[in-house]
């Protein structure tokens, strides 16, 4: 009389202990894309606030205005005190200030 196998009765327990692990592997990469995609915001706005301080101290607020604008960004500040310019700018709703001088 040939040997019967049966089924073995814990089946499908792996899909019950491989489901958390898959969920928080997703909640972990969508985290870091999350926090990757916020200092890229950062470093554009730093970018924009940069490079505006620089044509501010040469054009004044217009050129400033002008190079926010054309880095995405619109100018929320102009300060000059001397020989130095200070200027904030917002780049998709993050913030960034950035000073420059004509001076040494």
Known sequence: MP?????PVDRGQSVLL???A???AAGLAF????AGSVVAARAHA???ADAAALAGVHGGIGAAARVAAANGGALTSF???GADVTVSVTVSGVSATARATDGP
């Open 3 to 7: 040997h019967k196998h049966e089924p």
């Open 18 to 20: 491989l489901l958390p």
């Open 22 to 24: 898959v969920a928080l």
């Open 31 to 34: 985290g870091a894309a999350r």
């Open 46 to 48: 730093h970018a924009a």
């Open 79 to 81: 300060v000059t005190a």
